[in-house]
C-alpha cells in the first residue's frame, strides 16, 4: 500500500518538536540554579515538555500520512509509547542535573535516550489499528536507531552546554531548537520510511481503541498550550528568581555595608526590642550581638535618660521619635561597663500593617567632643593656667557689664601683675616661672568667689571680674588677694615669694567699655607698682593723666632724637683760684615739639626703665666727643668732657666696645673723655670692677658724680679706679646753713686730697659758697655762679679766647 503525507501536518509535526526543544532549553538554564524540591520541579516540567513534545510530533507525524483507510490506536500500546517518551525526557534532564562531567556518561545516557524514543516510535506503530500489516526494512530501522542514538547524545551535549553557558549561548537558543527538532522529526521520518504497509483482512477490534482524528488535535493543542505555559511559568520563575536574588544581593550588601560600618547600626521594633546589632555597635557598647539582640534598648540607655523622659525608651521611640526621625541629635549612650558617653544619633523609620521599626545610625562623638574642648581649651583658655584667657576674658566682660546695666549694678576689674617675677624666671628659669604662675593660680582660684571671673592675662598678669560689688567689696577683695599671695611658695625644694600689684577700675564711674576698664585698671596696677609694689589701687583720673604723660613722652623718646628735638648743652667746669674754664660736662636736653622742654627728672628714669637710654646714651657720648674734637682742632687748651653714664648703659654687656668705636669714629683721643658713672652704677663690684680697669687702660678718665647721696661706701675709694670726686649740689647749697652738711663737705674734700684725687663741687651758686670752697682747697666748680648750661655756640663765645691766627669773625 502507498500512502501521502500532509504538508500542513508535516511541517506542524516539526514545528512542535522545534518547539519542545526551545522551551526544553529554556528550562535546563533554570535546572542549572535549583536545588532540593525545586530542581525536582524542574526534571518534571523539562521532562514532560519534552517528552510531550517528541510524542506529540511522533503522533501528528502519524496522522499526516494518509493511507486511504481509517486508522485507530491501541490505547494500551499507546500509553507505553507516552511513557517511552516521557521516560526519555525525564531521564535526560535528570542526567543534566547530575551534571555529565565526562563523555562516557553522555554516551551511555544517550543509549539509554534513544532505546525510549525509539520505542515510543515503534511501540506507536504497534498501537495502529487499521486493515494493513507493517513491514519493515532493517537498514532503515538501523538508520532511525541510529539518528535516535545521535539526537539523543546531541541534545544531552547542548542541554549540558546550555545549563553550564546559558549566557553565552542565549543567542544560539533558536538554532539548537532547530537541530534538535531536525534530529528528532528526522528520526521519526526515517522510521516511518523503514514501514511498508500491505492490505490485509481484520477482524473486528474488541480491545479498547482511540480514534486519532479528535486525539490529534487535542494532543497538538494541548502539547503548545503546555509548552507555552512551561515557557511563561519560566519566564515568570526567572522574573522572580531574579527579583529574589536582586533582593538576596541587596540583603546581602545592605548586611556586607552595615557589617563593616564604622557607625554602629541598631534595628528595633516599636516595643524597643533589639532585633539587629551590628559589629560597630558590639564595639560601641560592649555587648556582643548574642546579648543585646532580643533584648529592649534600655540596655544602652543611660539612667540620666529616664529622669528627663519617665516613660522609658520604649513609649519615647512610640511617641517622640517622630521630632528626630531625619535629623542627625546628639544624645548620651550607656557603655555594658557603666560608662556614659556623648553619641550622635540618626534615626529612620518604616512600617507595615502591624509594626514599627526604627533604624538607629550611632556615632561615638567622645573624641570629637574631645577635640571639641581641646580647640575651645586653645581658643578660650590659657595653656599653661587653663585658665580663660583674653579672648575669653572680653567676651565675659561684656556680658558683665551688659548684666550689670541692666540691672543698675557695680562690676569691678582687678589687674594683677606678680612683681619681681622676671627676677625669677632669670635666676631659676622659665621652668620654675611656669611653675609658680600655676601655684599663684590655684590661690586666685581659691580666693575667687562664686561669681568672680578670674583670667590670664598675660605673661605674669592676671585680671578679676567682680560682679554685683562695690569701692569697698573690690578693695577688700584685693586685700584678701594681697594675704594670699604673702605665703611663700615651694616649687623644688625651692622657697620663693612673690608679691603682687594690683589696679582696680569701676563700672560705670570709671568707664562704659570692657577695653577701658581693662586699661584702665592697668593703669592702676602700673601706678601701684610705681609706688613700690605689694598694694592695691584705685584708679583715677589724675593717675591716667601722668600715665598718659609718660607713654606720651615714651613714644615721643623713640623719634626725639632723628626729629631734631634732642639736644646738647655743656656747662663748665672752673678751676679754683684761677678762674680757667678748661673743661666742661655734656648734659642733655629734650625740646619736645608740643610739650616744650621736658626736664631731664623727667624722662631720663623713663628713658632707663625703657632701654631706650643704650641708643640715647651712645647719641649722647658720640655727640660730645664730636663738639670736644672740633673744639680742640680749633686751637683751644682744655683738659676733658664729662659724660653722664647711666647704670643701664654701664651694665650693657657692649658698653665698653661701644665707647671703643665712639673714639674711634671721633678721633678723640681717650684722655680727654671722662666718664661720670653714679653711685648706683657701682653697686655691683664683680662686673663694675672689670668694666672700670678695662676704661681705665683705654686712658679714659673716671669720676664719680653726686658721691654722698646714695650708698657710699670708703670701698668705692679704695677699689674702684677713680679719678675725681664730686660733691652733689645739696651739700653745697646749704654749706652756710648746716653745720652737718659743711662737715660733710669737709670730710669728702679731705678724703679726695688724701687720696689724690680731683674734687669738684657742684651747684655752686653765690661767691661765699666760692670762698668756702676755696678755703678747703676744692679743686675745681660747677654751677649757676659761673654759667647755666649753655649751648656749644655760647661756650665759644663765652669762654674761648680767639686762637692766634686764627680768623675774626
Known amino acids: 500500500m502507498t500512502g501521502s503525507y500532509n504538508t ?72 507505553v509509547s507516552i511513557l517511552s517518551s516521557a521516560g526519555a525526557s525525564f531521564l535526560a534532564f535528570y542526567l543534566m542535573s547530575r551534571g555529565l562531567k565526562k563523555r562516557i556518561d553522555a554516551a551511555v545516557g544517550s543509549i539509554v535516550i534513544g532505546l525510549g524514543i525509539i520505542s515510543m516510535h515503534y511501540i506507536g506503530m504497534e498501537a495502529m489499528i487499521m486493515e494493513a500489516a507493517i513491514r519493515y526494512d532493517a ?49 521519526h521520518y526515517t522510521g516511518m520510511a523503514s514501514a511498508s504497509f500491505y ?31 512551561f515557557i511563561l511559568v519560566n519566564r515568570y520563575d526567572t522574573k522572580m528568581e531574579e527579583h529574589s536574588d536582586h533582593i538576596l544581593f541587596m540583603d546581602n550588601l545592605y548586611q556586607t555595608i552595615v ?26 557598647f560592649g555587648f556582643s550581638q548574642k546579648e543585646a539582640v532580643g533584648q529592649l534598648i534600655n540596655i544602652v540607655v543611660p539612667p540620666s535618660f529616664y529622669e528627663a523622659h519617665p516613660e522609658g525608651a520604649a513609649l519615647f521611640l512610640q511617641k517622640g521619635a517622630a521630632r528626630v526621625i531625619g535629623q542627625t541629635v546628639e544624645l548620651e549612650g550607656m557603655h555594658a561597663t557603666g560608662r556614659v558617653f556623648p553619641l550622635e544619633l540618626s534615626l529612620s523609620s518604616t512600617s507595615n500593617d502591624e509594626q514599627t521599626y526604627y533604624t538607629g545610625i550611632i556615632r561615638d562623638i567622645s573624641e570629637r567632643i574631645q577635640q571639641q574642648e581641646r580647640i575651645n581649651e586653645l581658643v578660650y583658655k590659657d595653656e599653661l593656667t587653663h585658665l580663660p584667657n583674653r579672648r575669653m576674658l572680653n567676651d565675659h566682660l561684656e556680658t558683665v557689664l551688659m548684666q550689670a546695666h541692666k540691672n543698675n549694678e557695680e562690676a569691678g576689674v582687678l589687674f594683677l601683675d606678680l612683681d619681681r617675677f622676671k627676677q625669677i624666671n632669670d635666676v631659676y628659669g622659665h621652668k620654675t616661672g611656669d611653675a609658680l604662675l600655676k601655684q599663684v593660680t590655684e590661690r586666685l582660684q581659691a580666693e575667687s568667689g562664686d561669681h568672680d571671673f578670674a583670667a590670664r592675662q598675660s605673661g605674669d598678669e592676671f585680671i578679676l571680674v567682680l560682679r554685683e560689688t562695690s569701692s569697698y567689696k573690690a578693695g577688700m577683695a584685693a586685700s584678701q588677694l594681697l594675704d594670699a599671695l604673702r605665703e611663700p611658695f615651694f ?23 570692657a577695653d577701658d576698664l581693662i586699661k584702665f585698671a592697668d593703669t592702676a596696677m602700673y601706678q601701684a607698682k610705681q609706688e613700690g609694689g605689694n598694694q592695691y589701687q584705685f584708679f583715677t583720673m589724675e593717675i591716667n593723666e601722668v600715665i598718659s604723660r609718660k607713654m606720651m613722652l615714651e613714644t615721643g623718646l623713640r623719634k626725639a632724637a632723628g626729629r631734631g628735638e634732642i639736644e646738647i648743652y655743656y656747662q663748665p667746669q672752673v678751676v679754683i683760684g684761677t678762674g680757667d674754664v678748661k673743661s ?22 623713663l628713658a632707663e626703665e625703657t632701654k631706650l637710654i643704650i641708643p640715647l646714651g651712645k647719641w649722647i657720648l658720640k655727640k660730645a666727643c664730636t663738639q670736644f674734637k672740633t673744639w680742640l682742632d680749633e686751637g683751644h687748651e682744655l683738659f676733658h668732657i664729662s659724660v653722664n653714664i647711666s647704670a643701664v648703659q654701664f651694665n650693657d654687656p657692649g658698653f665698653v666696645d661701644s665707647v671703643k668705636q665712639i673714639l ?50 670708703l670701698n668705692y675709694l679704695k677699689d674702684f679706679p677713680l679719678d675725681t670726686l664730686k660733691i652733689d649740689k645739696s651739700f653745697i647749697q646749704t654749706i652756710h646753713k648746716s653745720s652737718k652738711d ?14 689724690n684725687l680731683n674734687v669738684i663741687a657742684e651747684g655752686v651758686e653765690t661767691p661765699s659758697q666760692l670762698d668756702y670752697l676755696i678755703s678747703r682747697k676744692c679743686h675745681q666748680y660747677q654751677g649757676y655762679l659761673c654759667s647755666a648750661p649753655v649751648p656749644h655756640d655760647q661756650i665759644t663765645t663765652r669762654f674761648f679766647q680767639p686762637v692766634k691766627g686764627a680768623p675774626l669773625t
Open 8 to 79: 500542513w501536518f508535516v511541517i506542524l509535526s516539526i514545528v512542535a518538536a522545534v518547539a519542545a526543544s526551545f522551551a526544553s532549553l529554556t528550562m535546563v538554564e533554570r535546572l542549572k540554579k535549583a536545588s532540593g524540591l525545586t530542581k525536582w520541579k524542574w526534571i518534571a516540567a523539562g521532562g514532560l515538555t519534552l517528552g510531550g513534545g517528541i510524542w506529540s510530533m511522533h503522533f501528528v507525524a502519524m496522522l499526516a500520512y494518509d493511507m486511504g483507510m481509517p486508522v485507530r490506536y491501541d490505547s494500551w500500546l499507546l500509553t
Open 139 to 187: 537498514q532503515l530501522v538501523a538508520a532511525s536507531a541510529a539518528i535516535a542514538f545521535a539526537a539523543s547524545f546531541t541534545a544531552l551535549i547542548v542541554l549540558k552546554s546550555f545549563m553550564n553557558y546559558p549566557r553565552r549561548l542565549k543567542r544560539f537558543k533558536i538554532g539548537a531548537s532547530l537541530v534538535l527538532g531536525a534530529g528528532i522529526s528526522g528520526m
Open 742 to 755: 659743711r662737715a660733710v663737705v669737709d670730710t669728702i674734700i679731705h678724703m679726695a686730697l688724701n687720696l
Open 491 to 513: 616649687i623644688d625644694e625651692v622657697e620663693l615669694f612673690v608679691t603682687p600689684s594690683i589696679g582696680i577700675s569701676l563700672y560705670p564711674q570709671d568707664g562704659l567699655e
Open 584 to 605: 666742661f660736662e655734656a648734659l642733655v636736653r629734650w625740646n619736645h615739639r608740643e610739650l616744650g622742654l621736658v626736664s631731664p627728672l623727667d624722662f631720663i628714669p
Open 199 to 229: 492490505h490485509v483482512e481484520t477482524s473486528a477490534q474488541t480491545d479498547p481503541f482511540i480514534d486519532p482524528t479528535p486525539l490529534g488535535y487535542i494532543v497538538t493543542f494541548g502539547v503548545f498550550v503546555l509548552i507555552g505555559l
Open 259 to 284: 557589617e563593616s560600618a564604622n557607625d554602629a547600626v541598631i534595628t528595633m521594633n516599636q516595643e524597643g526590642k533589639i532585633l539587629a546589632w551590628n559589629q560597630a555597635a558590639v564595639d560601641t
Open 664 to 713: 674711634d669714629e671721633t678721633g678723640l683721643d681717650p684722655k680727654y673723655l671722662d666718664l661720670e658713672l653714679t653711685e648706683s652704677v657701682v653697686q655691683n663690684p664683680q662686673t663694675a670692677i672689670p668694666f672700670m680697669h678695662e676704661l681705665k687702660a683705654m686712658g679714659i678718665k673716671i669720676s664719680l658724680d653726686d658721691f654722698g647721696t646714695g650708698y657710699s661706701s
